[in-house]
Each structure stands twice: as structure tokens, then as C-alpha cells.
């Protein structure tokens, strides 16, 4: 990397920071591109040499976000113990505590996913492959060591629980409900759709 | 509209006759939600300014805030009517299946078929459900709720049929085929889904969810 390319790399990394802040503290509506350069000591036009708009700082921010999270859960996945309701459990509460460690940039990235003015570059929420993966894994581990019928339709599990899980954010939005209530709906909600999967109940 | 037709039948059953001034403000309140409902169906929630609104409806923006003391007021009105419209259809759809499957099949189907060439309008109304303050407002309206309801007395009826058990959850279970129902929303509104793509869908996730509860 020449000290150019290092540069740069310096000024997208402190512009995401302060944008993080501020999309935290402020909101994401109400931080202009112009407050986020201020932030972060650049000038505005370096900003846009990184990125094409607002919008695509916020993607980056959470994209950003969720490496962390997922180098959580890589160490924690392999020691998770139990039935596959438990992991699920606990798969979907880490990332509940994950989220609700900054509650408002999360809600702003939601809402941004509907805000007509974003380009189609802003990424929706609820598209998140890694997680989506996750439960997948888990839901057919659990049918190998049946507890899981044979027949049940794992893709589409999958999608119930995570239209679940996605939906229960509103607590979060609505009702400043914690990540320990929101786990706790989730666990009741993976059980319910266990009782249909289970091999009894397919028999 | 129907949200006017239903003030104007009250008046007609009174003693006396509104008065001019009275109808037409009804007719001013006509006007303003008509061009409100198309502005935030074009530009979005946030997009859609009184300004542009009231020009659409022919009037000044004085006009518009002696009616509406402000845009979140707007949306609610248009969301309180299509909401009860919406819900009725799917009261209706639901009496006409003969299982519980059916009938909530039935009930999904005729709020994707009524919001079918709406979809900006529900892009706007989602993504201002996620905000603190409008996304209480919307929940707190009744249709919200009445949705629900509807679900559960679909699977209480279930259970009187003998197709359900008795310990079958019914409130954490209409509360997840609510989520589900509303989930697919942003396929229709992100993927373009059409009708029959979602009641497939609708048709799969409400198994998948009554699963646990057949009897025997």
C-alpha cells in the first residue's frame, strides 16, 4: 500500500467512526455529510471521494458492525450445548444483545431501508446471509441428531423464524424493550415452531 | 374515502341539515387526503411536504393545517381508513374457508390482494412504523389489534372444530402469524413479489406455524 492508498484508508476509517457516533447520538436524519466530515477532521470533499452518499456510509457502518459480531459468534458457535431450540436461543439473543448495544443506529438503518430518497445502494435489513446461514446449520444439525422429523421443510423454518425475529425489533422501537425481553419472546416463538418440526409430531 | 362517506351518513340522520360551511370542509378534508394519499404513494413519507400537498389539492397550505394539524395526522387518517377497509375484507375472506387453514390463507390473501398497486403507500407506512414516536401511533391503532384478534378467533375456532388442541397458544400464535403476514410486505414491496407468490408463501408459513398444534 503506497501512502496515498494508507491515506485514504485513514481518512474512510475516520469518517466511518464519526459517522457511527453521530448516527448513534444524532440520528441518522438529522447528521448532515458536512457535520460527519467536521467529526472526523476531514474536509467534505473527502468524504464523497469515499463514498457516494450518506446512505452509503450508513451500509458501510453496519456492515462494519456485523464483522464484529460475527467473529463473536465464531467463537462462541462451536461451544453452544444443548437442544436445538437452546441454540437457536442463543444464537438469536447474541444477536439481539449485539444490536441493542446501539439501539438507534440499528432502528436508522432500518428505516432507511424504506427512505425514498436513499439510493438503491443502501442494503434493506433483515438481508443478513450470515445469520440466515446460522439457523440453517443448526436446524439441520438438528435433524441429524433427530430432533428434527426427516420431512420438515428447513428453508422454510428458517424463513418463519427469521420473519420472527426480524418483527420483534419493534419492541425495541416501540416499547425500548431490552435485549433479554426480546430473547425471551424468541425463545417462546422457536419453541412453538419446534413443537411442528419435531419427529413426534410429523408421526 | 370511506372515512367521509360515513361522517356524511351520520349527518343525514340528525335533525338538522349540516350546514354549507360544514360540507365543505368535508369536502376540503376530501380533497386534501385524496392528493396526500398520492404524494406519499410518489415521493414516500418523508419526500411528500404540505406544500406539495396542498398544491396538489388545489388549496394553500393555510388550508391543509385548519384541517390536519400535521403531516404524521395525514398519514394516520389515510393509514385508519385503509387499515379498517383492509380488515374487513379479511373478515370476510376468513368466514369463507372451511378450515382453519383456509381461513387464514383466505384472511392473508385479501390484505395482500387490497394493498396490490399500493405498494409505495406501504413502503412509506413501514418505514415510518420503525420510528419511535408515528411507529406507536400506527400500532396503537385499533384495525392494528383487530388483526390479531381476527387471527385468534380463526384458530379458537379451529379448536372448536377439532382441528387444533386445546393448549394451542393462541396468543403467541396469532401474534407470529401476524409477524409473517406483515413480513412479507417488504418481499412485495423490495422483490416485486406478486399475489400468487405470497400466498404461497402465506400458505407454507401458516403450516409451518400451526404445525405444533394439529390434534393427534
Not at chain 1, 441429524?144 to 428453508?155: K, M
Not at chain 2, 379458537?156 to 409473517?180: P, T, Y
Request: aromatic share 8%; charged share 25%.
Amino acid at each position: 500500500m503506497n501512502l496515498r492508498q494508507t491515506q485514504k484508508e485513514a481518512t474512510r476509517r475516520r469518517v466511518l467512526d464519526a459517522a457511527r457516533d453521530l448516527f448513534e447520538t444524532v440520528g441518522y436524519e438529522e447528521t448532515t455529510v458536512r457535520e460527519i466530515a467536521s467529526q472526523a477532521g476531514v474536509a467534505v470533499g473527502s468524504v464523497f471521494t469515499c463514498f457516494a452518499s450518506k446512505a452509503e456510509v450508513l451500509s458501510q457502518v453496519m456492515i462494519d458492525r456485523l464483522e464484529d459480531l460475527y467473529a463473536e459468534l465464531d467463537r462462541i458457535t462451536p461451544h453452544l450445548r444443548g437442544t436445538v431450540v437452546d441454540r437457536l436461543s442463543s444464537i438469536f439473543a447474541l444477536h439481539y444483545a449485539f444490536e441493542t448495544r446501539r439501539t438507534p443506529l440499528f432502528l436508522a438503518h432500518i428505516a432507511a431501508a424504506y427512505n425514498w430518497r436513499q439510493g438503491s445502494d443502501s442494503v434493506p435489513y433483515g438481508r443478513n446471509p450470515r445469520l440466515r446461514g446460522m439457523i440453517h446449520d443448526c436446524v439441520a444439525d438438528g435433524r441429524t441428531r433427530g430432533e428434527v422429523a426427516d420431512d420438515a421443510d428447513i428453508p422454510l423454518i428458517v424463513d418463519t423464524l427469521m420473519a420472527a425475529y426480524a418483527w420483534n425489533y419493534r419492541l425495541a422501537a416501540w416499547e425500548q424493550a431490552g435485549p433479554e425481553q426480546m430473547s425471551a419472546i424468541m425463545e417462546k416463538q422457536i419453541a412453538l415452531v419446534a413443537r411442528g418440526f419435531a419427529p413426534s409430531a410429523a408421526a | 374515502m370511506k372515512h367521509v362517506a360515513e361522517v356524511q351518513g351520520q349527518s343525514e340522520t340528525r335533525v338538522r341539515m349540516p350546514t354549507r360551511r360544514a360540507l365543505a370542509k368535508q369536502q376540503t378534508r376530501a380533497k386534501v387526503l385524496a392528493a396526500a394519499r398520492e404524494l406519499f404513494g410518489a415521493q414516500g413519507y418523508e419526500g411528500a411536504t404540505i406544500r406539495d400537498i396542498a398544491a396538489a389539492a388545489g388549496m394553500s397550505t393555510g388550508a391543509v393545517f385548519a384541517n390536519f394539524a400535521d403531516k404524521s395526522e395525514l398519514f394516520r387518517e389515510i393509514m385508519t381508513s385503509d387499515l379498517e377497509s383492509v380488515l374487513t375484507a379479511m373478515t370476510e375472506a376468513a368466514a369463507r374457508g372451511r378450515t382453519v387453514d383456509e381461513a387464514l390463507l383466505k384472511a392473508f390473501s385479501a390484505g395482500y390482494a387490497f394493498y396490490r398497486g399500493q405498494m409505495p403507500l406501504v413502503r412509506a407506512a413501514l418505514g415510518l412504523s420503525w420510528s419511535c414516536e408515528d411507529g406507536q401511533a400506527l400500532r396503537a391503532l385499533p384495525a392494528m389489534q383487530d388483526t390479531i384478534e381476527l387471527f385468534a378467533e380463526q384458530l379458537a375456532l379451529g379448536v372448536e372444530r377439532g382441528e387444533l388442541s386445546q393448549e394451542c397458544e393462541i396468543k403467541l400464535r396469532s401474534q407470529m402469524l401476524f409477524d409473517n403476514y406483515l413480513a412479507n410486505y417488504p418481499q412485495a414491496v423490495f422483490g416485486g413479489w406478486s399475489l400468487e407468490a405470497l400466498q404461497a408463501r402465506s400458505r407454507d408459513q401458516i403450516r409451518v406455524i400451526l404445525a405444533g398444534a394439529r390434534r393427534g
